[in-house]
């Protein structure tokens, strides 16, 4: 059983919102990802992934709209910090921003699935069997290492990235979840120590990503 | 009854090859327009487009496959010309982009129909039922349109962007017809003249297209 977040789950409109547009962000980096793709097989492949995330993302809206709320108001309070995220997320070129869909969509799906725990039980169960259907991150990891294989220099650089990769997820990730304000420093303390586990685990979890690719994290 | 292009129908795997292409070139500049959008609503709306365009060029790989053959390898021989067009097609900014997208999925899907007359039956129903679904079209009008109210100089612009885009896209489509070689003037003349009504009312279409944006083709 995994440690899940939900004590620190906020509400439902503020969950599907962020989830959302992340999973919005992800398939905007798989298109890019597709429109820059080195040879037509990789481009098919892609587009495949591509349109997992996709389903994902609106499966995301069809329960925003479900709950009465239109998906773009939902969303927009998150979009200037998430742009900014993607923004630092996008990579020096194809193979960065392969590895970033690959490590990225697999720690925020982790991520939103635990703190699903805490929605109603009718969205965390849509939520977490959305979110938990792989979408594609086999097709991902191939790419990457067969172009590693190609390119002995790029081990090194994409295990650079894939370590900075992580600051960055962990930052967005935590920015979702419903913390008790800093001042009051008891009830702080306490949210953090039960954030702790589970970041241990979803780092561990993109270590063990990391290492299919054949890179040290 | 429209005219139909049956005698100048190239094999199935040149058909399909170059129509799922095509299909997913429309799909990267739609991705283009969910990234680059100027509102969440409008981003929102734009991912719909995307994912329609996408299941077209899902529908088109799948019948390559079915007819045998790997998508990626009959697409190949196409690609050089094609991300020429789509160079040439991407505009300077998100409007025209996106009256990319409205103008160029709707010619095109509309030469593929015709073209596809020339098909073994099973492959032309198939490629002319997913091809004739609507995919979003409406939806492109009116972020287009909303914009033009907004801002009185995009309109005469767009209208110049629109008659260049005919262009391109009419070489485009010729492109994918199999025609009698110049040096056989006859059968090259019949050929011409041939192609000509069709293209005259794929033309008239294109016209019917910009008119519902409120421009003048």
Known sequence: MKVDLAELTPD?????????YLQLVIFENLSTAV?????????E???????????KHHG???LIARHGDTPAE????????????????QGADWFEMVTTCYLTA????????????GLPARYAESVVAMLSVDAGSDLLAEEIRRAIDANDRL???LALWGRRLVGDTVLIARSALALAPQKDATRHGQ?????????????TAHTRRMDALGLTA
């Open 35 to 43: 429109a820059t793709a080195p040879t037509t097989e990789a481009k």
């Open 155 to 157: 081990a090194s650089r």
């Open 60 to 62: 995301l809206t069809d």
């Open 45 to 55: 492949t892609l587009s495949r992934v591509a349109s997992f995330a996709l389903a």
């Open 12 to 20: 439902v409109a503020t969950f599907l919102g962020q989830a959302a």
């Open 106 to 117: 697999g720690f925020l799906d982790d991520f939103f699935v635990r703190l699903a725990a």
């Open 74 to 89: 939902v969303m927009e309070p998150f979009t200037a910090s998430i742009d900014v995220y993607q923004l630092r997320t």
């Open 191 to 203: 949210d953090e120590a039960r954030i702790e586990p589970v970041f241990t685990e979803l780092i």
